[in-house]
């Protein structure tokens, strides 16, 4: 299973852009890219999910270059609110399940 | 509609005892998963299910650690003999087996698990 690396913390504030960006180096050929973000005292909730290039949402921006070796989940104007840890994960989903690694995840704190 | 959920919300018990957990999935949803996660790290992957097969339980830490989903739906997850050690918040997750890409998986809120 791939791996995957991310800052432990970011720091932002109130309207600003914020850029999480996730190494995956041994990502496979049928790996997709997931982010999920959660809350305290709460299960994690899917944010988006990608295989190459750009995908956006309502909520998020996934950027995946070429090599798929890293991504970047972008939150515009974060808001206090957005404060929680960010999980990037890699596998195939598309047999329905796969044994899905979260890492420690990335703490973004967003300050007023 | 209603989402994952799982009781009780808080177990307290003794180290040596028998509990279970019980994990109620999104109606339909063919996958689910349970996942055990301590103060400041991420879900810690035990076991997934598809339908009433267990399809990769080689996160269950030892056997002292079973589930089962013997209809497909609910999910049940036993630990006997309690330590210490299995304090934690237990995930409970499913996910639709539709064949796409994007299957993502619905959480419930947890069960806070604390073995005195």
């Known amino acids: 299973l791939a791996k995957t690396t991310q800052p432990i913390s970011m720091d932002s504030y109130e309207g600003q852009e914020v850029n999480i960006t996730c190494s995956h180096n041994?990502?496979?050929?049928?790996?997709?890219i997931t982010w999920y973000q959660q809350f305290p005292s709460q299960g994690p909730r899917f944010i988006i999910q990608g295989y190459k290039t750009k995908v956006t949402n309502e909520v998020a921006s996934l950027f995946i270059p070429a090599d798929r070796k890293s991504s970047t989940l972008s939150l515009p104007r974060v808001s206090l609110s957005d404060t929680a840890v960010y999980y990037c994960l890699v596998g195939d989903p598309r047999g329905g399940g796969f044994k899905t690694i979260f890492g420690a995840g990335t703490r973004l704190f967003v300050k007023a | 509609g209603a989402g994952v959920s799982q009781t009780p919300s808080n177990k307290v018990t003794e180290k040596g005892k028998y509990v279970e957990l019980r994990c109620d999935p999104i109606s339909g949803h063919t996958a689910l998963y349970w996942y055990r996660q301590s103060l400041g790290q991420g879900p810690e992957f035990l076991i997934y299910f598809q339908g009433t097969g267990a399809a990769d339980d080689s996160g269950l830490p030892n056997d002292r650690f079973f589930a089962v989903r013997p209809e497909g739906s609910v999910s049940t997850l036993k630990i006997q003999r309690t330590e210490r050690g299995d304090s934690a918040v237990y995930l409970c997750?499913?996910?639709?087996?539709?064949?796409?890409?994007?299957?993502?998986?619905?959480f419930g809120p947890g069960t806070r698990l604390t073995v005195l």
């Open positions: 997750a499913s996910s639709p087996l539709s064949g796409r890409a994007n299957n993502e998986q619905f």
């Open positions: 041994n990502i496979a050929t049928n790996d997709y």
